[in-house]
């Protein structure tokens, strides 16, 4: 079983939907909790960083930590066809030895359209 | 600002033959990270690195090498291309910061097949 466990979708959503992407993990040492975006053929980019449990909002997306049922999520609300993408999960534990080292999950891939 | 930039983008290589990828960073970041993305298995660490001179393996280190002679670059080597390491490659770098670790930057990836 993979520490990090997320569907692959792919989800199919018409504009102005609210979009709710899940990930769930086994590793009780994970303490950020991160999204990625990643466009096609693009590298992955940070869209939201939670430390620990919570619920964080940047615009139209919101994430939120559970860590006693170790399941974190991300919201987009009114979506866009530009929010069209793959969205990974990714944690980390907390400490110096960690180095920022990513554990992934296998990422949703999400289209909304117009 | 560059970021992030990874040489070369696209590689076509035969089973046996060798490579080296490039990663350059120019935010001055301590740790470095090559990671492979394959269909439904999201991003996987091959190996690390936490300052100049130091590499660590990471999950999938079999069949790479990698080395940090400067610390804005990452290596990675492939001493002998084998078909299951056909994939896209990404390299990353980050920081820690006041006690807390930082986000991860990547590079636009390098897209390997291997026949």
């Known amino acids: 079983q993979k520490e990090v466990e997320q569907d692959p979708g792919p989800l199919s959503v018409p504009e102005g939907a609210i979009v709710s992407l899940n990930c769930t993990y086994s590793?009780?040492?994970?303490?950020?909790f991160m999204w990625y975006r990643q466009y096609s053929r693009k590298g992955p980019e940070l869209l939201m960083y939670?430390?620990?449990?919570g619920n964080k909002e940047d615009g139209r997306f919101t994430a939120q930590v559970d860590k006693s049922s170790k399941y974190i999520s991300l919201f987009i609300r009114d979506s866009q066809p530009s929010d069209s993408a793959t969205y990974l999960c990714?944690?980390?534990?907390?400490?110096?030895?960690?180095?920022?080292?990513?554990?992934f999950g296998q990422g949703t891939i999400l289209t909304v359209h117009p | 600002n560059a970021g992030v930039t990874q040489t070369p983008k696209f590689r076509v290589l035969k089973t046996g033959q060798s490579m080296t990828l490039l990663c350059a960073q120019d935010?001055?970041?301590?740790?470095m990270y090559w990671y492979r993305q394959d269909p439904g298995m999201g991003l996987r660490l091959i190996h690390y690195?936490?300052?100049?001179?130091?590499?660590a393996k990471g999950e999938v280190p079999d069949g790479y090498n990698v080395s940090r002679l400067k610390k804005q670059n990452f290596l990675l080597g492939l001493e002998s291309a084998a078909p299951s390491q056909t994939s896209v490659y990404f390299c990353?770098?980050?920081?820690?910061?006041?006690?807390?670790?930082?986000?991860?930057?990547f590079g636009q990836g390098t897209r390997l097949t291997v026949v």
């Open positions: 990353a770098s980050s920081y820690r910061s006041g006690g807390w670790n930082t986000e991860a930057f």
């Open positions: 590793n009780s040492a994970f303490q950020y």
């Open positions: 939670t430390y620990s449990s």
């Open positions: 990714a944690m980390s534990v907390d400490g110096g030895t960690s180095y920022g080292k990513l554990t």
């Open positions: 935010m001055n970041h301590e740790y």
């Open positions: 690195s936490v300052g100049e001179g130091t590499t």
